[in-house]
């Protein structure tokens, strides 16, 4: 005997910019801006991420590369990573993430895989789902409830024994 087991992730697809809340518009404001303080220049390809925080202040993040190719790292981990390090007491209530090429405008990206683990950690850390705001196609913007729902099956530490 089998049956499916079905998923629902609800992802709202807000039309533009002008359609987000105040604080949705300061956090996706600030990941783009971050995008100009990535060091990306193997790929040339530049994202940003921001964390807004409970304080009311934001945090941002940029992909950070390497000759070693391997050692380099993407922006939505080096906000967590960093505010984990530098402010481990606040909450986040929300992440953007932006990216663009070079030399061209802003692109649609979505979070890779290793970035989608450390996102479900830390919001599992802070036991509080954290809406994330991801572009999507045609100036669209995705809005997703929580990080989490990035990753369906995700191991998390609840899956660690004891
Ligand atoms: N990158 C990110 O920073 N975030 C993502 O979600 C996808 C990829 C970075 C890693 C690398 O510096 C460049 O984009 C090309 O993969």
Redesign the pocket.
């Known amino acids: 005997m089998a049956h499916p087991l079905h998923l629902t992730i609800t992802v709202e697809v807000v039309a533009s910019e002008a359609d987000l809340t105040p604080a949705e518009a300061v956090t996706w404001q600030a990941a783009r801006a971050a995008t100009n303080h990535?060091y990306?220049p193997?790929?040339r390809?530049?994202?940003g991420?921001a964390l807004l925080l409970d304080d009311g202040t934001i945090f941002r993040?940029?992909?950070?590369?390497n000759a070693a190719f391997p050692s380099?790292?993407?922006?939505?981990?080096?906000a967590l990573f960093g505010l984990a390090a530098a402010h481990p007491e606040r909450r986040i209530l929300g992440m953007a993430?932006a990216?663009r090429p070079a030399t061209g405008d802003f692109v649609p990206?979505?979070?890779?895989g290793a970035?989608r683990q450390v996102m479900a950690e830390y919001e599992h850390r802070q036991n509080q789902a954290i809406p994330l705001l991801l572009p999507g196609p045609d100036g669209s913007i995705y809005r997703f409830r929580s990080l989490s729902d990035l990753l369906p099956f995700g191991f998390s530490a609840d899956d660690l024994p004891g």
């Open positions: 990535s990306a193997y790929s390809f530049h994202v991420a993040g940029t992909n950070q590369e380099g790292l993407c922006a939505e981990r080096t993430v990216a990206i979505t979070s890779c970035c």
